[in-house]
């Protein structure tokens, strides 16, 4: 038996390939098999993680594990869908017992975290890269797409912003700090907490949603164009963590919650009457803007006057990566 | 807009991403939305590609996106599932519009020929790989598994089987060879056809059933262990073609049929009764083997004993990649 196929033995084992709601059939037949209620949709998301592009190379292979699973994982978030499984394709340079352990280790975590349930994928050889594809279960009619922002909406995010792209250099240990200054912020870089309950709740309710991975003033881009309207933000409304303003003057803070990405923190519109209803139900929702007819992501100071919107073009991993432009695809 | 912005919008206006049964929602949003109907299950299968592991480097574009798919959608007709979508997760060095294109066209041609809709994916920057995770329908309970194989079953494949085996030194331009000895073989190799409408017709009627990926020899010992059984192949009864028995004398010819892979023909197993049917209506079924209480594969000569079964492992593309195991997944 040679090493690739034990490492089909390997997760095949894993807890986080047992059971799981709606899985008929998981890892080792030609297909796995997945059931979806007769009112039910099945969302489908694909990210894929290239070693050296983005994620430092090498890395811990538990939190590579966990990131990866969670980066992926917050597209179901963005659409209200319900947790069910993943595929894992894992592409090894070669098989490292020690590696493939923490690995392992760092994906089951996550999965538990997000009720997500392996149920197939692919092992091969080649240089280091992992491709994620996650489902979810939603009712018809209830996803939560891009395309229904009003005007009069409230714009809304599900929690602080920037703390990922402020550890970023923390991360390629660019930046000498103290433990307790950075640990908050790498944990929010290399666990990021996909927001699903959040997702959920807000099905009927929200008007448009995303996640944001490329940073909000871009992403919001996304709701505005697909929508054909515009979004006024007021920046001294954006949350900012603790963590974040112990680490950095206010500047560079806001700088990196308006424009940095890889925090998978939930961004959507509704109307305004929703709001107190979802914040005392104890959901993390901040109200950062509003809905407007036009188009564009227009940016506010307390005074209301429209600020020039930096430069957009947020890099996951932009300091030692050999290109310029790291990733996109067909869907974000 | 960056490059690989433009590939997005490139694949996403593509023919092969429009339309389809059963895709509620396509590439743009967060998640892509599958239907699946109350009686139905969904299969779901990944596969992965890397450069100079599984295919030559540089290889034609073309050819690439139609073996790719093809690949990938056997493992649905391996399941007896209707196809439904796919998704592609593309990593390239760089964004080569004329590759693009070409690949792209290669890609949509099968995608056409498997009745298989694109509904998402990623594009990023890296080192030349694939990921594509298939979606197809079949109904609750007439999934084709590995492991039901029974004593008195009659052991059969779904056409010829060696082609691609015997083409992979012509792929490589190790072995010179008249362009009309080499081209049908090439084309086994190059654009294998998923047996969909064959699998499917086999719902029902076979006992067991996978793809020939890694040969038969091999992939048989897979059905023999899920189900607990032993199969029975007699040599002489295994299918060549015309073509590649005038490439090659018999032995070598016999030995690409048994051991070599990425035939992507279907095995299967079932009740002799349902063959004379299944060949009235034109399905290509040809009978080589039974299974009988037992286990392991067991070859057998024209007279009925027993054969040393070669050595197994072959290698989809062993020449001149850098190591000696290729693959092997979750997932077969």
């Known amino acids: 038996m040679g ?5 089909r033995q390997y997760f095949a084992a894993a807890p986080c390939a047992q059971g799981g709601a709606g899985v008929v059939l998981g890892i080792g037949d030609d297909c796995a098999l997945l ?4 009112d039910e949709h099945l969302a489908v998301s694909t990210d894929t993680l290239v070693a050296g592009v983005h994620f430092p190379d090498p890395c811990d292979a538990f939190l590579l ?7 992926a994982a917050s597209d179901l978030a963005a659409m209200g869908a319900a947790p069910l499984g993943f595929t894992l394709a894992l592409t090894l340079p070669q098989a490292d017992p020690l590696w493939l352990q923490a690995f392992a280790h760092g994906l089951g ?7 997500l349930v392996l149920v197939g994928g692919d092992t091969t050889r080649g240089p280091l890269s992992l491709t994620l594809t996650v489902f979810g279960r939603v009712p018809r009619g209830q996803a939560l797409r891009r395309c229904g922002a009003r005007p009069g909406d409230v714009l809304c ?17 660019q930046r000498p700090v103290a433990a307790t200054l950075a640990d ?4 929010r870089y290399w666990s990021p907490q996909p927001q699903l309950d959040l997702g959920i709740a807000l099905r009927g309710r929200a008007t448009a949603a995303l996640d944001i991975s490329d940073g909000l003033l871009g992403d919001c881009g996304h709701i505005a164009a697909a929508s ?14 603790a963590a974040l303003r112990a680490l950095l003057p206010m500047p560079e803070a806001r700088q990196c919650a308006l424009s940095g990405g890889d925090d998978y923190v939930l961004a959507f519109t509704l109307p305004a009457g929703h709001v107190p209803a979802l914040q005392a139900a104890g959901w993390p929702v901040a109200v950062i803007g509003r809905v407007e007819a036009g188009q564009g992501v227009h940016l506010l100071d307390a005074e209301g006057r429209v600020l020039n919107v930096p430069a957009q073009g947020y890099q996951h ?3 030692t990566a050999p290109v310029s432009e790291r990733s996109s695809g067909p869907q974000d």
């Open 35 to 38: 059931e979806v209620a007769a």
């Open 3 to 7: 090493e690739f196929e034990l490492i």
């Open 317 to 319: 991993f932009p300091a």
């Open 109 to 115: 975590v996550m999965a538990q975290a997000c009720r």
């Open 157 to 173: 995010v599900g929690g602080a912003l920037g703390d990922a792209a402020a550890a970023l250099p923390l991360v390629l240990g």
């Open 184 to 187: 908050p912020l790498l944990a």
């Open 228 to 241: 054909a309207v515009a979004l006024y933000i007021e920046q001294e409304r954006v949350p900012l963590s």
């Open 65 to 71: 594990g966990q990131r990866a699973l969670a980066v």
